[in-house]
């Protein structure tokens, strides 16, 4: 039955469910308790596994041996590295115990007690062992480690050589007639497996075991066809019943039906498994045919799972992709013949491999199977495009087909041509190799289709206003309707994601057939676990508390910088720009000191960080040098505050106001109220205007031209009282006025006010322009006109007179 908890758990891996490793207390035992001898028989065992896996690898021939290998090899090197890290505690125990003893006294000073000697010594004693053992065990993990790349790089030579070679065309003579030496001995071996078979078979049929096997495979059929049919009802039942309406409905059902096949089959299998296996203990060659078996027979459900789910010729109006049901129809048979083909000559592989046929025989059973599937796939697209065509004829209107749809039909078809044409030249392990990586292809695009249609609409269905769970998080969040759809593409995207990554792995690692579920499953915790990033120190195990450090260092950021800028600041500083300053500043070195904590919980040791250094390094003296300059400049204006936040300055002929200074740019607001970005590096560098700097006050001066005639004495009457009645005009320094400038279009006179503030110039000057045109008037005083308007008087006034004389 441990065969099953395999196939179960390649049925989650597949889809994406969770795992939870269960971990066995009673073996792991406790480190802290290992004595010597313990220690020197773990190593002596791993050491003489090591050398067993040596020969071994020097004796095998096929790839499912090295493959078998390889595991052996993954699994002594984590045992080992298990050993070192068990031993670790028991290390710093010694050195904490020798640290409290500390250092041998130098002679002269006073002497210890022998029971303190003693103690020491034999303390030093049994740490030089433990690190010895530990170099040892690292040792063996090397050895381990570099014994899984050479059997790595065997299989790629194997594999290579495999492609490569030419066995002669499927139509030659030399194809259909193996050798006869090579045909007896398959022969020969063919026959002492079935005396195999035979044996497990009637000691399954001896009277004391005859009913139980009878009701064992009564059983099987019974949960791998009515017991398949019968759940498929319940969920359907139950995603009509409880499920919102919409396509929750159908991706849950389509995901369902695959599953329920992959689960009735796995069931089914090891029941068929358990009546013959229960009576005597399987042989060898029975053990490794049975376990090939039961993966073959999971792959074959899982073709034709897909298929069914795809095709969802039970519930048309349910079927997740675009296709009239003509061509489901005319398609319902391709895919259980697929996975009927791939069961019975993977069966016949399968014995292949297991007495080790000759070579003859193999490529000839391989290049049957390879043929017929070929064909197989060769008509999906064939019988698509003529149902599609034969449609069309008769004048119904069928929906457009998906561009991805076209692209798969295509690729299939292009991938089943090279296929044949490959058998036809000779090349048939290629051939094999190509078709058997298009059908894994297809089940894990397929699997990751169903499975991303099914997380998004979870996630819309669980977040949606309109449903029962959305309302409860509506009510109980206390949250709008648009957080529950940022939650719903934020969730989404956290699916996809993870499910891209299983996606990934599967198509790497995996082939139909071979690949196993704990070899995707160790690959995924691999990556999960961080491999490579072990040369940064990072533990894994310090990812969680290095988010969680992340989010409560930005939260306590937040709130103490709302704090200082709403609450504590205001009541002990005046100035709103010393206060911005002094947020922005500690805003920075926060975010600075909040980086260095969370990389520090993530055990990332800065020694290793030395080529980050050097790249930032480049990075700067090229492409970041502006980035720094602005950083750097904008420190120079939060500590120096030549320019602060509130000021009214002008650079570049802009003028406005600053609204705020970060760390690369300051923002400044015009008068139209648009804003203005500004580097800081500018502000430094360039000539700036601040009107508000050390309080200053805004001038407000006005020139205007009189006629020469006019009494100078009057006017600088009328605009002195102009300004002293204006509030804004400030009594010191006093108002004035001055004889600018005597040109030839009169008097230029200017008079000068001062207001509180450079920002109240424009305003002010506009009432006072309104107020001293007003006062000119009643004391019948006229400005004087510019030369053009005389001009242009002068030219009408003579046109009118030529036009009265003619």
């Excluded at 306590?556 to 922005?584: F, M, N, Y």
């Excluded at 003028?655 to 800081?680: F, Y």
């Excluded at 004889?739 to 110039?761: C, W």
């Excluded at 006229?782 to 308007?789: A, G, R, W, Y």
Aim: hydrophobic share 50%.
């Amino acid at each position: 039955m441990m065969k099953s908890l395999q196939i179960f758990l390649f049925t989650f891996l597949l889809f994406g469910l969770p795992l939870v490793p269960l971990a066995n207390a009673a073996q792991q035992g406790n480190p802290a308790e290992l004595s010597p001898q313990d220690i020197a028989t773990a190593l002596k065992n791993h050491q003489k596994q090591l050398d067993t896996i040596k020969q071994q690898v020097s004796k095998a021939d096929t790839d499912g041996q090295l493959n078998k290998l390889f595991i052996a090899t993954q699994a002594l090197a984590a045992a080992t590295e298990k050993l070192s890290t068990d031993l670790q505690p028991a290390q710093e125990k010694l050195q904490a115990q020798l640290d409290v003893l500390g250092p041998q006294p130098e002679p002269g000073v006073m002497t210890e007690t022998a029971s303190v000697v003693q103690q020491r010594n034999a303390l030093n004693n049994a740490k030089k062992q433990l690190d010895d053992a530990v170099k040892r065990s690292h040792a063996l993990r090397t050895g381990a480690t570099d014994l899984g790349q050479q059997i790595t790089d065997l299989r790629r030579v194997a594999f290579k050589s495999q492609l490569a070679l030419n066995t002669g065309s499927i139509l030659s003579a030399q194809f259909w007639s193996p050798e006869t030496d090579s045909q007896i001995e398959d022969l020969a071996r063919l026959n002492d497996f079935k005396q195999q078979l035979q044996q497990t078979w009637d000691a399954s049929w001896q009277d004391e075991w005859r009913y139980g096997t009878l009701g064992l495979l009564i059983l099987a059929v019974t949960v791998w066809s009515l017991g398949r049919y019968l759940i498929e009802q319940v969920f359907a039942w139950f995603s009509i019943h409880y499920l919102p309406d919409g396509r929750l409905r159908r991706s849950f059902m389509a995901l369902s039906t695959v599953l329920i096949t992959l689960l009735t089959t796995a069931l089914a299998l090891n029941l068929l498994l358990y009546a013959f296996s229960r009576t005597q203990e399987l042989s060898s060659q029975i053990k490794d045919f049975t376990d090939g078996f039961m993966l073959l027979g999971i792959f074959c459900a899982l073709i034709a799972g897909l298929g069914r789910a795809y095709l969802s010729l039970s519930r048309p109006s349910w079927r997740l992709a675009q296709m009239d049901d003509a061509i489901a129809t005319g398609m319902r048979f391709l895919t259980p013949l697929l996975a009927g083909l791939a069961m019975a000559f993977g069966v016949v592989e399968l014995v292949n491999n297991v007495i080790g046929a000759s070579l003859s025989s193999t490529v000839l059973g391989n290049g049957l199977a390879t043929a017929l599937m070929a064909l197989i796939l060769l008509a999906i697209p064939l019988r698509a495009r003529r149902i599609r065509h034969d449609i069309e004829q008769q004048g119904v209107l069928l929906e457009k087909r998906s561009s991805i749809a076209g692209i798969a039909h295509i690729v299939i078809l292009l991938a089943a041509i090279v296929i044949l044409f490959s058998l036809l030249i000779g090349y048939v392990a290629f051939a094999r190799f190509l078709t058997y990586q298009l059908i894994w292809v297809a089940l894990v695009l397929l699997s990751f289709y169903f499975m991303v249609a099914f997380a998004t609409d979870f996630c819309a269905a669980i977040f949606s206003p309109h449903t029962a769970s959305g309302r409860a998080l509506k009510k109980s969040l206390n949250v709008k309707d648009r957080h529950l759809e940022q939650l719903t593409i934020i969730f989404t995207a956290i699916s996809k994601c993870s499910l891209l990554l299983l996606m990934i792995v599967a198509l790497i690692n995996g082939s139909f057939g071979t690949t196993t579920p704990s070899s995707l499953l160790q690959k995924i915790v691999a990556i999960l676990n961080g491999e490579g990033l072990k040369s940064l120190n990072i533990v894994p195990g310090n990812l969680l508390n290095a988010l969680i450090c992340l989010v409560i260092g930005i939260y306590v950021l937040r709130v103490t910088q709302r704090w200082l800028s709403h609450e504590l600041l205001p009541k002990t500083i005046s100035d709103i720009g010393i206060r911005a300053s002094l947020v922005t500043l500690f805003s920075n070195v926060g975010y600075v000191l909040l980086i260095l904590i969370t990389l520090a919980t993530l055990g990332i040791q800065w020694n290793n960080l030395a080529w980050i250094v050097s790249a930032l390094s480049v990075g700067i003296g090229f492409g970041l040098q502006e980035i720094v300059k602005n950083f750097i400049s904008g420190l120079i204006l939060l500590t120096e505050r030549p320019v602060k936040v509130g000021d009214m300055i002008g650079i570049s002929g802009v003028e406005g106001d600053v609204r705020r200074i970060n760390v690369r740019a300051t923002e400044i607001q015009l008068s139209d109220r648009s804003t203005m970005i500004v580097p800081n590096s500018q502000l430094i560098s360039q000539n700036v205007r601040n009107a508000t700097m050390g309080n200053a006050q805004g001038v407000v001066t006005i020139a205007l031209t009189f006629p020469i005639d006019i009494d100078p004495e009057q006017v600088r009457n009328v605009l002195l009282s102009a300004y002293q009645e204006h509030e804004a005009i400030l009594e010191a320094p006093t108002p004035y006025v001055r004889f600018s400038q005597l040109g030839p279009d009169g008097i230029i006179l200017s008079v000068t006010g001062y207001v509180a503030s450079p920002r109240m110039v424009g305003s002010t000057k506009s009432d006072l322009l309104f107020n001293i045109l007003k006062l000119l008037r009643a004391e019948r005083v006229d400005l004087s006109k510019p030369k053009e308007v005389v001009f242009m008087k002068q030219a009408d006034h003579v046109i009118n007179e030529e036009e009265q004389s003619s």
